[in-house]
């Protein structure tokens, strides 16, 4: 079926780095979203892109919706402790009501 | 600044009960959605509704669920005859438009024992 694949799965980044990560599909999307979720805790919208090349940014974080409407990023820089967390990209199938979440990056910034 | 609120924030059952999960949804949103997510997996779509009727489901939401929004304000999740894997946090969103920004709950998590 359809799904969201993110990349990396998790990763360690030094308090001050800058952070990318992915998310792709082999199906054409219209609307991009990037969630962020604590534990315990509800996702939390970061950033929504609707147009494809679309570059849109959230404070420190800036996602862009990729070119070929299969793919978006996510860019995270300066990090800081508080950036620990999974990230999820979401997308709904064009002409339906249905979002698929993505598989999750995990984050974790080392002080 | 509105929010999606859900009740009860943790709900432990046993097996074969039914559960009712109550959410409201942010006032201004025609779209609400279930979502639920097993410890340690990502989220997954359950139901979208809109107009007082069920638009998209997922093949997870079976007989054994159905929603309800009975007044102006609120969108329940019933789920009957509990099973253990129906343990999980289950959210509910809601969204101005279709295709828009969704906006979650802070989730309920079911225990079933």
């Keep these: 079926g359809q799904q969201l694949n993110q990349s990396p799965q998790s990763m360690f980044i030094q308090e001050g780095e800058d952070v990318s990560m992915n998310c792709t599909s082999s199906s054409i999307f219209n609307t991009w979203l990037w969630y962020k979720q604590d534990p315990g805790e509800g996702p939390v919208l970061l950033i929504a892109l609707y147009k494809a090349g679309e570059l849109t940014s959230n404070g420190r974080l800036t996602a862009q919706f990729g070119i070929t409407r299969k793919d978006s990023f996510l860019n995270i820089s300066a990090s800081i402790p508080s950036d620990v967390g999974i990230y999820f990209c979401a997308a709904p199938f064009g002409g339906t009501y249905k979002y698929i979440f993505g598989t999750g990056t995990r984050l974790k910034v080392l002080a | ?113």
């Design chain 2, 1 to 113: 600044e509105p929010e999606v609120t859900q009740t009860p924030s943790h709900q432990v059952t046993q097996m074969g009960q039914e559960v009712i999960l109550r959410c409201v949804p942010i006032s201004n949103h025609l779209y609400f959605y279930w979502y639920r997510q097993i410890l340690g997996q990502k989220v997954e779509f359950l139901v979208s509704f809109y107009n007082n009727e069920i638009s998209e489901k997922s093949e997870i939401f079976d007989d054994q669920f159905s929603v309800e929004r009975p007044d102006g304000s609120n969108f329940t999740l019933k789920i009957r005859s509990t099973k253990l894997e129906d343990s999980a946090m289950y959210f509910c969103a809601s969204s101005r438009d279709r295709g828009n920004e969704q906006f979650f709950g802070p989730g309920t998590r079911l225990t079933v024992l």
